[in-house]
């Protein structure tokens, strides 16, 4: 899997292995609770604290069955360098993803379409997932607005959001259900 950008960089798609894990527990930390450098144009460090994934979740799912990590790497001569994930799950007929991460320094380029179009890819061909679905945090506007361009709605059902060492800085928070079917 791979695609050139503007930038005349390309990027490549290639699944996690367990060496990995410490790369991507930054990248996955950085992009959605940011700190002092981030650039993110949407995140969630204005709505929660605390950590999005720790190593141990991270080689869990590496040494989980029917699962994966698809990662994008932007490469540009001889270097290569980390720049987004995502997490896959077969479910029964469903694909599930999670931990959708682009790099704050790389987002906007194209990488975080390119993971969720692999995605689909990967779920039909070695799950044979009739849909993808996910979840998305209330209160992010613009991530909702993204995600239905790619052709993703909200199912109408949501669930509690209450992730371990987790703290809520705004009241009301709940996960928003989204799906898109992969069969039409
Ligand atoms: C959500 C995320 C994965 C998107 O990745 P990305 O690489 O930035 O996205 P892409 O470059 O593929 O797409 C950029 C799109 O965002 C739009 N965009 C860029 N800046 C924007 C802004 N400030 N407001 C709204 N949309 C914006 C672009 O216009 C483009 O959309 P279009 O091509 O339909 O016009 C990434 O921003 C991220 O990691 N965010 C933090 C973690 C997160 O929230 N993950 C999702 C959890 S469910």
């Known amino acids: ?28 930390q950085y992009a959605f609770r940011g700190g002092k450098a981030n650039k993110s144009w949407t995140g969630e460090e ?30 540009e001569g001889a270097e290569r360098k980390l720049v987004g994930c995502i997490h896959l799950q077969k479910e029964g007929e469903h694909g599930h ?9 790389t987002q906007s380029s194209g990488a975080g379409k390119f993971l969720m179009k692999w995605c689909e ?30 052709g993703y709605n909200p199912t109408g059902e949501t669930a509690p959001f209450n992730p371990e060492g987790v703290t809520h800085l705004v009241e009301g928070l709940h996960f928003v259900k989204i799906s898109k079917s992969l069969t039409t």
Request: glycine share 8%; net charge negative; no cysteine.
């Open 121 to 150: 890819e990967y779920a039909k061909e070695h799950y044979q997932s009739k849909d993808i679905v996910g979840e998305v945090v209330s209160g992010r506007p613009e991530l909702m607005e993204w995600y239905h361009r790619m």
């Open 97 to 105: 993803i999670g931990m959708l991460a682009v790099d704050p320094d």
């Open 1 to 28: 899997m791979s695609q050139t950008t503007e930038r005349k960089a390309k990027l490549e798609g290639r699944i996690a292995q367990l060496n990995d894990v410490e790369s991507l527990e930054r990248l996955v």
């Open 46 to 75: 204005h709505l929660v604290k605390g950590p999005r994934i720790t190593i141990d979740g991270l080689k869990a799912i590496l040494n989980g069955s029917d699962q994966a990590i698809l990662l994008a790497e932007m490469v």
